[in-house]
């Protein structure tokens, strides 16, 4: 069984400053991880993941994320929010080597505010 | 040119009626999927087909039925609709490969609203 919890349902910074969203997994196999970001009434947009490589993932806008098997954690961050960066926040996780298809699970999703 | 597209974008039915929503990917993938996000934006899986094939099947009322006529379309057709019902429902497709996982790419919705 997988599961995600985002740690915070909801992230206000100013803009230009660092943003942090938190996700701790659990999984039963060997996990893929993935962040989608979902701005107001549109689909959802991968902005990374961490398929077994590098454990430092950079992502599309400036976006990074950080694999830490021994904490369970894959945090996302960016040194500098921009306006832009205002949209709801999904970490996601799949099991690399379940048999039956690619079962994304989500976690509860984090609402990002920039604030001028 | 659009990845993954869903019509409609907005649906407003009354209870019991029956309706469907349509998707199509021009990725060349050959596994699709249908999510359900809550108002509580939360997202879950509901089904997914590969190559026209049945492979998840989650804990979802018979009266939604999904149907794949060719690997780049995945129809979801909803009977008897209920006020909980009432969502916004994501079509997404990607590559199915054993040992790995490839991301999935979502289309832009469809907002359900039953009256």
């Known amino acids: 069984a997988q599961s995600v919890t985002q740690l915070d349902s909801h992230v206000s910074v100013s803009e230009g400053t660092p943003v942090l969203l938190r996700c701790n997994y659990s999984s039963s196999y060997s996990p893929s991880l993935f962040w989608y970001v979902q701005h107001p009434n549109k689909g959802l947009q991968l902005l990374l993941k961490?398929?077994?490589?590098?454990?430092l993932v950079k992502g599309i806008n400036g976006f990074e994320a950080e694999f830490k098997k021994s904490e369970t954690s894959f945090h996302l961050t960016k040194p500098s929010a921009h306006m832009s960066d205002a949209a709801e926040y999904f970490c996601v996780v799949s099991d690399r080597l379940q048999a039956a298809g690619n079962k994304l699970t989500f976690g509860g999703g984090t609402r990002v505010l920039v604030k001028p | 040119d659009t990845a993954v597209s869903q019509t409609p974008k907005y649906l407003v039915t009354q209870m019991g009626n029956d309706k469907s929503i349509k998707c199509e990917q021009n990725l060349g993938h050959d596994t699709m999927y249908w999510y359900k996000q809550d108002s509580k934006k939360f997202l879950k899986i509901m089904f997914s087909y590969n190559n026209k094939e049945l492979i998840i099947n989650e804990t979802v009322p018979n009266r939604f039925s999904p149907k794949s006529p060719d690997k780049a379309h995945l129809n979801l057709h909803i009977n008897s609709l209920e006020l909980g019902d009432s969502a916004v429902y994501f079509c997404?497709?990607?590559?199915?490969?054993?040992?790995?996982?490839?991301?999935?790419?979502f289309g832009p919705g469809t907002r359900l609203t039953v009256t």
């Open positions: 997404a497709s990607s590559l199915k490969l054993t040992g790995g996982n490839y991301e999935q790419y």
């Open positions: 961490y398929t077994s490589a590098a454990t």
